[in-house]
């Protein structure tokens, strides 16, 4: 049995976890994203291997993004998707 995701910081509709950092992790066989953030605030994604082949996204951002939001250095299997209207908040 998949498990669906690796890590999952908020909902479509919460925002109380902030000031997160996912960082040095090796993520293999979840079945929806490696790491999924929905409305983050404060949050740094690095030097992460996101290696699962079944989701859409290895990185999915949704939402409203509160800076600072730093994604760097991560080996993706797949695409990483950033909200459109949030992308030029994304320290790259």
């Known amino acids: 049995m998949s ?3 690796g890590i999952q910081i908020n909902t479509s509709t919460t925002t109380g976890q902030n ?3 996912i960082q040095n ?3 293999l066989n979840f079945k929806t ?3 999924v953030a ?3 605030n404060a949050i740094t994604i690095q030097n992460n291997r996101l290696e699962s ?3 859409t996204y290895s990185l999915y951002v949704s939402g409203t993004i509160t800076s600072p939001c730093v994604i760097q250095n ?3 299997v797949k695409e990483i998707q950033i909200e459109a209207t949030e992308y030029e908040k994304v320290k790259r």
């Open 74 to 76: 991560n080996w993706c």
């Open 25 to 27: 992790n090796n993520f």
């Open 3 to 5: 498990i669906g995701v």
């Open 38 to 40: 929905y409305n983050p």
């Open 33 to 35: 994203h490696d790491i």
């Open 53 to 55: 082949t079944g989701p």
């Open 19 to 21: 000031n997160v950092t």
